[in-house]
């Protein structure tokens, strides 16, 4: 069974919500037929590179609220988070393009690494002190290092705005079609959708039916038709 999750490392509450999943999958029986995709979507794709500001603002000038309520809404994740064993620094972060980190997710994703990738990239936007958006290419590399990636076959991608640019658009194109008009959305097998950081046991519910429910395979029987298998493969006898 495939679960593929769209998320943006901007996103407090996919941070909190992978957790939370991750919580059900590990005591889902099955966890280990159990593939997971992480899927591009970002939450401020007009925003230009090096355009960084501090959260509070953003989400006073976004959202049209006060700092004191922009504020709360930080406290009230830093606790949501700590539930699930996170850390989360309520004050001080930043905000930024995550494009280039969406680029990186799918090279990891190629070389197996994705799902360390982007834990990595979660851990420093939200739980460390030094900027994830500041700090340019190289903070990106030491990360993609630490996650198993080759460094220089990093910086390439990086150095090469096309580089899985068109992976990119295509998760946001399909999180569209799909009707995903926020993060985090869950898809079990193209069958469920969840939206939002459910706790643990909603995805567990979810899991479990997506995994009754799938469709065994209807063998059409044409009478005993010669087949290759494992032994090789039947001469026919004259």
Not at 20 to 49: I, M, N, T, Y
Not at 164 to 182: I, K, M, P, S
Request: glycine residues 8%.
């Amino acid at each position: 069974m495939r679960v593929e999750i769209w998320s943006d490392i901007a996103c407090p509450w996919c941070y909190v919500g992978k957790a939370r999943f991750e919580k059900a999958l590990a005591a889902f029986p099955h966890r280990e037929q159990v593939e997971v995709v992480h899927r591009s979507f970002e939450l401020d794709p007009g925003r230009a590179k090096g355009d960084v500001q501090p959260v509070i603002t953003m989400l006073t000038k976004k959202y049209g609220m006060s700092e004191q309520q922009a504020q709360a809404g930080e406290e009230n994740l830093g606790t949501q988070a700590a539930a699930e064993g996170l850390e989360y620094r309520t004050r001080g972060r930043d905000h930024g393009n995550t494009f280039d980190m969406h680029r990186l997710l799918h090279f990891a994703k190629e070389q197996g690494r994705q799902d360390e990738l982007i834990q990595l990239f979660y851990r420093a936007n939200f739980a460390e002190e030094r900027s994830l958006f500041t700090e340019g290419d190289e903070r990106l590399v030491e990360l993609a290092v630490e996650a198993g990636l080759d460094a220089d076959a990093t910086r390439a991608v990086l150095a090469d705005p096309a580089a899985h640019a068109d992976d990119v658009r295509a998760d946001e194109r399909e999180a569209a079609q799909l009707g995903a008009n926020g993060v985090p959305f869950f898809v079990l097998d193209r069958a469920y959708g969840v939206s939002g950081a459910q706790p643990a046991e909603v995805f567990a519910q979810a899991l479990t039916q997506a995994w009754g429910d799938r469709s065994p395979l209807k063998l059409i029987d044409d009478g005993g038709a010669e087949a290759c298998g494992p032994d090789g493969c039947a001469v026919p006898q004259h």
